[in-house]
């Protein structure tokens, strides 16, 4: 800086005292760069003190302008703030003139240098003028002058009105400007982003807010960049979007969509304003996607059927980002699911057969692939997405419940399953490890949960378990109790009681066998059959007694005797009913030179002992033998006949085969019968029809004693919420269980009305 000119008396003039400052401001708003000396400074920051609070008025009219009227202190105030005025005005009009034949780059690098060196120069003189500011500035603020401002805002406010306004309104230069790199940067073109980034911040910087100057205010940006820019924005993209789908395929607009998108948030972070990024993104989402979600959509089905993950995540990704703009690939993606669901099951009709030849493993298992698959589908592509995760699970429902093997029955998937779980926890299923037997129960409860009718399941299940337990093939107490606990889970303790109680009648029997053997060894000598007896309460096992008489063989008599008394003894007042369709035995062959030991029903052994005393017997004495019926005689014969321990050359006439070979010591030919597998599925339907009744009625006396009265249409609606995670409960159901409590007095129609009960305590 120069040498100056000596500093003037704390008395000075205007005059005297606006030249030795004029010179100093000058310098410092263009020649900063070469240093200002702190003699200097300070020489500078005292005059601009003494003259703001010199106690007597040394102005001209010439500067009075701001403080017309005014006197002392104010108006000397007022005279340094009019100056200044007057500088920045004269200083701005020397750079306006510049920027006049530039455009372009060429003005954005200018105006950015000037707002570099201007703001900087502004900074030290607002410091400068501090006594000004914190005073002077500050009353006139106080008393409502909302234009005056402190000096560092002043010089904004002058940049914006003489400079930056001034070029903006010839064709909105400094915008365009900058529209236009922005522009080249989209096509791929290196642009100056530091720049871009200065001229934009200075927008932010030029916004006022009238009444708190340090108070951020994004007027001036918004109206003349972020406006433009959002508009240009909507323009380019829009005729970019439109030229790319006519050439390209929808996997690749989804490509260039996001990146465009991630172009965009990129840009928000390099150079502008975050205010910005909800605007500029809402803008891209609705030119990029929303115009083109119906493309999308359409072209959503090709994704799945190609099973194209890369290409599903991204338009799962853009199309969350607009409004309903999922939905409809939900909709889709629900009957993608049914049709893969409905085509696996018929696909194993085609390939096993229907109806009772349909194996149960290759059923869930079809049903288990087709969810899985699509599970991993809604965690991968779609992010486990809530929506996406109900239209999975709607779609399951529906295919697991309905489809060509199920036919019009709601039971035979329900059925199945059962029947699959039973082969799980069998002693010959081939998942050896508990581990594996683990996760296999784990996939029945995937396709338990969908299954409308869990009362079925629950009454095949069971009737499953009691054969398991009553024919000990368990694979593991461990197993079923697993099994238990997750249905228990799933259903509440009320679904899995009777199965729990089960188990409490086998180890009460076993406690019982022993006790009984003890007593036996002790009374008596001739004890030579080993026998063991399972006491089952009535209303816990799923099991009936058979419905004829059955001739106690001699060979058994006495034990069974024996048995008998003693159980009453113990229990005196209970019934026992031997269940002889359940139980089994083991003979010896004495007739033949191998021993051979055969595991039999009771029903087989009933007839093999007749030849203890016969070499041949025909079909009616063995029925008058034994008292089995026909019918279920003839299908017993079938099977030792087939197991060629009788032979059947003459009508009716069966004689014992004194050749009988096997290769197998013990010869199991306790087989299931045809008839009790078919009524087997009969009774469980029967029994679940019954008990269906009586859940309904209940489930009506509930509701009515908790609401006293309700009306007809809201009962039949409270009934079908509260029984729905059970049954699917038919409407005519519950219309005929509520004419039931009706007859029975649980309930009345309310006087006057025709569709209001009322409970009756």
Not at 166 to 171: A, R, Y
Not at 387 to 416: I, M
Not at 729 to 752: C, F, H, N, Q, S
Request: aromatic residues 10%.
């Amino acid at each position: 800086m120069p040498p100056s000119e000596p500093i003037p008396p704390a008395n000075a003039d205007l005059a005297t005292t606006w030249a030795f400052l004029e010179e100093g401001v000058d310098h410092i708003m263009t020649k900063l760069q070469t240093g200002v000396s702190y003699s200097k400074y300070m020489a500078l920051y005292t005059v601009a003190y003494n003259y703001c609070v010199s106690p007597k008025s040394n102005t001209s009219s010439e500067f009075g302008s701001l403080g017309a009227g005014r006197t002392g202190a104010n108006l000397m105030g007022s005279d340094l703030y009019n100056n200044l005025i007057r500088y920045f005005v004269c200083h701005l009009k020397l750079l306006r003139d510049e920027t006049d034949a530039m455009q372009e780059e060429k003005l954005l690098r200018y105006y950015a240098a000037e707002w570099a060196r201007y703001t900087t120069g502004a900074n030290y003189i607002n410091r400068l003028f501090t006594y000004l500011n914190r005073h002077w500035v500050k009353r006139e603020r106080d008393e409502g002058r909302k234009t005056v401002y402190p000096i560092y805002t002043l010089a904004l406010v002058q940049w914006k009105g003489s400079l930056f306004m001034p070029i903006q309104q010839k064709d909105t230069k400094l915008a365009s400007a900058i529209l236009r790199l922005i522009e080249q940067q989209r096509d791929g073109q290196t642009i100056d982003q530091g720049l871009v980034k200065q001229v934009v911040d200075s927008f932010v910087s030029l916004g006022l807010d009238e009444m708190d100057p340090n108070k951020v205010c994004l007027d001036v940006y918004k109206q003349h960049f972020e406006g433009p820019f959002l508009d240009a924005t909507e323009k380019y993209y829009k005729k970019e979007s439109e030229s790319f789908l006519a050439e390209n395929s929808v996997p690749e607009y989804l490509k260039k969509a996001e990146e465009r998108l991630r172009e965009e948030e990129d840009r928000v972070e390099r150079y502008l304003n975050t205010q910005t990024r909800k605007a500029l993104i809402g803008k891209c989402e609705d030119v990029l996607i929303r115009q083109h979600s119906e493309l999308m959509w359409d072209n959503f089905q090709n994704r799945l059927d190609f099973d194209e993950d890369e290409d599903l995540q991204r338009m799962y990704s853009l199309l969350s980002r607009i409004p309903e703009g999922l939905e409809p690939l939900r909709k889709k993606f629900e009957e993608h699911v049914k049709r893969a669901g409905h085509s696996a099951v018929s696909r194993l009709i085609v390939e096993g057969g229907e109806g009772d030849s349909l194996e149960p493993k290759a059923y869930v298992d079809a049903l288990l692939q087709v969810h899985e698959k699509n599970v991993a589908i809604v965690n991968r592509s779609f992010r486990g997405e809530a929506g996406f995760v109900a239209s999975l699970d709607k779609a399951c429902r529906e295919f697991v419940n309905r489809n060509a093997a199920t036919g019009p029955s709601n039971s035979k998937s329900a059925e199945l399953l059962a029947k699959h779980a039973d082969l799980l926890l069998r002693k010959n299923n081939k998942l050896a490890e508990e581990q594996d037997l683990e996760t296999a129960l784990n996939r029945v409860m995937i396709i338990f949960k969908y299954l409308e009718d869990k009362d079925i399941f629950q009454q095949f299940y069971s009737t499953k378990l009691s054969k398991r337990l009553i024919h000990t093939v368990s694979a593991s107490d461990e197993a079923e109790a697993s099994m238990i606990t997750k249905l228990k889970e799933a259903c509440g303790f009320e679904y899995t009681n009777k199965l729990q109680r089960m188990f409490t009648d086998m180890s009460l029997s076993k406690d019982l066998t022993d006790q009984f053997k003890e007593r036996m060894d002790q009374n008596h000598d001739d004890n030579d059959i080993n026998f063991s007896v399972m006491v089952l309460g009535t209303n816990v096992w799923p099991i009936s007694a058979p419905d004829h008489e059955f001739i106690i063989p001699k060979e058994i008599n006495v034990t069974y005797g024996r048995f008998t008394k003693y159980y009453q003894t113990k229990h005196s007042g209970r019934k026992l009913t031997w269940l002889w369709n359940y139980s089994k035995n083991e003979l010896r062959t004495n007739y033949l030179n191998q021993k051979y030991i055969l595991m039999t029903s009771s029903y087989q052994m009933a007839v093999l002992v007749q030849y203890n005393t016969h070499d041949t017997m025909s079909l009616d004495e063995l029925v008058a033998a034994t008292s089995i019926r026909k019918d279920l005689m003839m299908q017993v014969l079938a099977l030792l006949v087939k197991a060629k321990i009788l032979v059947n050359e003459e009508q009716e006439q069966y004689d014992l085969n004194p050749g009988f070979k096997s290769k197998k010591i013990r010869v199991n030919l306790n087989q299931p019968i045809k008839a009790e597998v078919k009524q087997e599925a009969t009774d469980v339907l029967k029994t679940v029809d019954e008990d269906r009744k009586y859940v309904i009625q209940a489930t009506i006396v509930r509701i009515m004693k908790a609401r006293k009265s309700m009306k007809n249409q809201q009962l039949i609606q409270e009934v079908i919420s509260q029984i729905s995670t059970r049954f699917a409960p038919k409407i005519p159901d519950i219309k005929k269980a509520i004419d039931t409590l009706l007859e029975k007095e649980y309930m009345e129609r309310v006087d006057g009305t025709r569709d209001t009960f009322a409970y009756v305590a």
